[in-house]
């Protein structure tokens, strides 16, 4: 069954160019191709929310990594929720609520074994690419599973403003940490994670060395960090960890756009004698806790114990702007674009 409203044509983004170093807005191209209408299994979804995430400048280059690059000249994909305006599929009926991953796009014709339904009702659809998605779980996952957070531990999150880091600090809180300490780029940032956030302690690595700042805010030292940085952040938590410390390594957005080859933590052998250990995450290992997830943090949501952020970029013919923006700082919370009708 199709909606009369759906056009025959909508905009989608390509990838026009690789760049080298800081992607421009021409390395994007916004194009106008055909709507498909769904074949057997497949649904019709109108897009209301793209999501932007930082792990998109990894594919824009052409390297073999645990997401395959986006290729030149042909749709980029990523998170979405929109709604169904055809279906051809069991059980998913136009009206439905989707969360998906074919983003980039007003218009996306997908398998719906790759759809997943939400609910409109318990909170705004936005919210199923942030706290209640992607980033929340690897919040969630990343600090209770990776680092194995036990209460009392004091814990230091940087890139704390953003979508995962505002939800690491805040969980840690909940869940009984003695001291939370985050880092942003902004006094804004700061302010906001000291106060609607409750953190203790904060500051903005850009107004001197991490590691002095770091010492400052957390003179104990520190137990877990969860790093969404990398670099100069991740020597100087090296530093503060206490003896068998735990750090997990989230994301290295201070290095994504780098033309040479970092550095590494210049200390990275004192992990021997502190018996620290730093361990990799990818979010989709940890499908297994979504159901625990979804319930605590959903419950957090409802009873205001939670306070989440969104920095919402209005029409999809900004949806590139708003990914290089999300790399230069230009949010708090989770970076969204929200598509008209
Ligand atoms: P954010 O909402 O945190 O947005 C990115 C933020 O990074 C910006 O707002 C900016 O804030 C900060 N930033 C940019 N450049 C630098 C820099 N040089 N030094 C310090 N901070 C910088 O994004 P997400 O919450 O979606 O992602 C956070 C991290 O988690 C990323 O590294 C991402 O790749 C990673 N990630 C990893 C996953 C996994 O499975 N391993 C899953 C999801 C995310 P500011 O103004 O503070 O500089």
């Known amino acids: 069954m199709a909606d009369q409203a759906v056009p025959t044509a909508a905009r989608e983004w390509h990838l026009a160019a690789r760049p080298q170093g800081w992607p421009t807005p021409a390395d994007f191209a916004l194009v106008e191709a055909p709507v498909r209408q769904p074949g057997p299994g497949e649904i019709l979804v109108r897009n209301e929310y793209l999501s932007v995430d930082p792990y998109m400048r990894g594919r824009m280059n052409d390297v073999k990594s645990y997401v395959p690059p986006f290729q030149l000249g042909r749709v980029m994909d990523g998170g ?44 705004p659809l936005s919210y199923y690419l942030g706290v209640l998605g992607m980033p929340g779980l690897t919040a969630y996952a990343g600090l209770l599973d990776v680092a194995d957070f036990k209460p009392g531990d004091s814990v230091f999150v940087s890139g704390a403003a953003g979508a995962v ?31 609607e956030y409750g953190f203790d302690a904060a500051f903005n690595y850009k107004d001197g060395p991490v590691r002095e700042q770091l010492e400052k805010a957390a003179p104990e030292g520190i137990d877990v960090y969860f790093d969404n940085v990398g670099g100069e952040h991740l020597e100087a938590a090296i530093s503060s960890l206490k003896v068998h410390g735990r750090a997990t390594l989230c994301g290295a957005i201070a290095q994504y756009n780098d033309t040479s080859a970092p550095t590494g933590p210049r200390n990275l052998a004192l992990a ?70």
């Open 80 to 123: 979405a929720v929109g709604r169904v305006v055809a279906s051809e599929a069991e059980g998913i009926e136009p009206g439905d609520a989707v969360l998906h991953g074919a983003g980039w796009r007003e218009y996306a014709t997908v398998d719906a074994k790759h759809a997943v339904k939400v609910d409109a009702q318990a909170a």
């Open 165 to 195: 880091g505002s939800l690491v600090g805040q969980i840690a809180k909940l869940k009984g940490a003695s001291r939370v300490v985050g880092s942003a780029g902004s006094a804004e940032k700061v302010a906001r994670l000291t106060g």
């Open 272 to 341: 021997i004698g502190k018996r620290l250990r730093l361990q990799g995450m990818l979010v989709g290992d940890h499908a297994a806790l979504q159901p625990q997830f979804t319930a605590e943090v959903a419950g957090w949501l409802r009873d205001g114990s939670l306070t989440y952020d969104e920095t919402v970029v209005d029409g999809v013919e900004n949806a590139a702007e708003a990914f290089i923006g999300l790399l230069r700082g230009g949010n708090t919370g989770k970076m969204v674009v929200r598509l008209g009708g």
